[in-house]
């Protein structure tokens, strides 16, 4: 109903340990990459969304989005920050997204962005923990890894799974960080070196068992940004658009046991039937697909749940190589959260940064060929909030 | 462009000293209220924006437009929560309007509030700090009434402003308050007792030389919310709704001494412009007005960069009467933030509500009487983020 909309251009900061600058010289690394490849000016920005889940907590700055417009000089723009836990980077492009198919705006920066690892690992844990239920999970201890490692078990139980698929997503995940110089960590891991023992016993310890260190992301600083505008005006400013089809967007119960089947991820289910609904698409269409591997268990159950692989099967699919880059399926050519590493409120906007350079055929060592569309997946809560991205190459 | 928008539905919580309710309470309190005005059911929610500022830090839970929409069973409506500073209630009913003005969805929840009594004061000083410039305000200790303090000097140098004018309208807004069910402060003030010696000077301690504590509004836990659709879909479920009919949205630099004058409120000028543009009306139509009066300096500078009156002319129209509920231009008839007190993410919706409210013809004692068009301004920062809306009676 609304007009069409498409990104014109896309940054990132590089991704990792960045002591070197704050949230903001991160926000503004990646923001000016993004404008500086749209080739806009400063006057065509009409607003700056920021996705941000912690600098608040973590950096002790709030209306960050206020400040990132003075930063840019692109003030008097409309500034926001959104914030919804690990989907708040996917929740902000569709918000930007909104806005210009509504017409409210015609050209709108997103930048999405997280400053984490200058604090101790536990507080981290415990912050991105207040997502969970407060009374039902969190004051019980739950956290993100707890729920991670039951969903694995649940697999194991259930479908086959064993720990030794999951270390075959990381390492698929750590080659193609390999190709990606943005990614937080270039380093070449093995089944010898992180599942045989009595090697990984030392390299690869324990989180939450089934889960070890490698099959969770690392704790990463970094910011990812995009410039989207209507599609009629993107010609102007970019050979090769890329069109936003499609945007799904869902909920599920906030306590994970209260579900039906905790190994069901509805809100991914809805979620993705909603942005192929609105696409005009079908799993089947897709070339290249970036997922949320939080943990590594969530690239499979999201695979199957997103309808890309029947449920249980996904990592058989990865034991066949369907989802490595020269595969039928490529997913997280960029290296995904494993590898790429997990800013949080980068997250989604880095996703679609890398589909976006995938779909222009930008995306160098790790290019998927001649991909026409894409699919992203933001996971927010445990699965309690979903934001799916349908892409497609403009015409 | 987009298609026009209307709002059919409100409610507000009781605002106050809420020790009975956690902000989730307090969330719903409202939502539920918002949703049975409008009368719409669980399953017409396509999208729940929740607007708080400070939820991480003072109530340490974050996704939490995702726990709401749990809460009110509205699964799988879309989430999230827009986090803009003070002025985070207009931002969320912004982002709301696009996402139905574009066709994503087509009715929205939007709830603001927030939970901060039970801080102590200082730290709800400090974080409500945070918004301001990090190395150039914040760490100097620059606080928001500090801010307002110096903005009410720079008033009375150069406009002859007098204390006693912030004295009038703050007891203008106590009057109104006292008309407000939902409001923070039912309580009567008068010029002998918060201004005339020997009195004042117990009754009315000084905050930020010249702002003493009757000039700057309480610190408040509450929520308000609102329930938006398609104005085509409004006359189904509502007799009387109300058209968003402009919205504007404006920044400033975030440190206020770049600013040019730091007398003059850009921000304010230019959201009001945008909005009024928008609504293709002007500030001569406008029959009602809800003010940000954080500090009652600002409920002046505010009405004359929104272009209510003339520069340095406001404190003369508010001696006049002229602002009064049955003055020529009543603003703040709720009672303001003054009054009906300042829960920070709540606040850019409640002045929706009250709008609403007056625009239906449903405020009660403090109906402003044959109201058709209002307009309302939430400031975020200090003035570095400003949303302006106008709002009619729709046909």
Redesign the interface.
């Known amino acids: 109903?609304?007009?069409k909309v498409a990104i014109i251009g896309c940054g990132m900061s590089k991704f990792g340990r960045r002591d070197d600058k704050d949230l903001?010289g991160l926000l503004v690394e990646a923001s000016t990459r993004s404008l500086g490849d749209a080739g806009v000016g400063r006057k065509d920005i009409d607003?700056v969304y920021v996705a941000s889940?912690?600098c608040?907590?973590l950096t002790?700055?709030?209306?960050i989005?206020?400040?990132l417009?003075?930063e840019l000089l692109v003030?008097?723009?409309?500034?926001?920050?959104?914030?919804?836990?690990p989907?708040?980077g996917a929740?902000a492009v569709?918000?930007a997204?909104?806005?210009v198919?509504?017409?409210?705006y015609e050209t709108v920066l997103v930048t999405g962005g997280e400053k984490m690892r200058h604090a101790p690992g536990p507080i981290v844990t415990d912050?991105i923990a207040?997502?969970t239920?407060?009374t039902a999970e969190y004051v019980h201890g739950v956290t993100l890894p707890s729920l991670a490692g039951m969903l694995t078990r649940l697999y194991m139980q259930r479908y086959g799974l064993e720990p030794r698929h999951l270390a075959l997503v990381a390492i698929k995940n750590h080659n193609n960080g390999l190709k990606n110089p943005y990614a937080h960590l270039h380093r070449k891991i093995t089944l010898e070196g992180i599942y045989l023992e009595p090697e990984a016993k030392l390299n690869n310890p324990p989180v939450a068992d089934p889960l070890r260190m490698y099959y969770c992301c690392p704790i990463t600083d970094g910011a990812a940004s995009v410039v989207i505008t209507s599609a009629e005006k993107a010609k102007k400013f970019n050979d090769t658009p890329v069109t936003v089809a499609g945007?799904g967007?869902?909920?599920?119960?906030?306590?994970v046991h209260e579900r039906e089947d905790p190994a069901v991820l509805?809100?991914v289910q809805?979620?993705s039937q909603r942005a192929f609904d609105m696409a005009k698409s079908e799993p089947k269409a897709i070339d290249v697909i970036e997922l949320h591997d939080a943990f590594e268990i969530l690239e499979l159950a999201e695979s199957e749940d997103a309808g890309f692989f029947e449920k249980g099967t996904a990592h058989k699919a990865v034991e066949e190589g369907v989802t490595e880059l020269d595969g039928d399926l490529p997913i997280n050519p960029s290296g995904g959260l494993k590898a790429r590493g997990h800013p949080v409120g980068a997250t989604g906007v880095a996703q679609i940064v890398e589909l976006t350079w995938q779909l222009r055929g930008d995306a160098g060592e790790r290019q998927v060929s001649g991909a026409e569309q894409a699919y992203a997946l933001n996971f927010?809560?445990f699965g309690?909030?979903v934001?799916s991205f349908v892409l497609k190459r403009s015409d």
Chains 1, 2 share one sequence.
């Not at 198919?101 to 409210?104: D, E, F, R, V, Y």
């Open positions: 109903m609304g007009r903001m607003a889940m912690l608040g907590e002790h700055q709030t209306a989005a206020s400040a417009a003075d003030l008097p723009a409309a500034a926001e920050r959104i914030e919804n836990g989907a708040s929740s569709k918000n997204y909104a806005a198919a509504s017409g409210l912050l207040t997502i239920h407060p945007i967007h869902a909920t599920d119960t906030l306590a509805k809100a809805i979620s927010g809560g309690n909030n934001v």
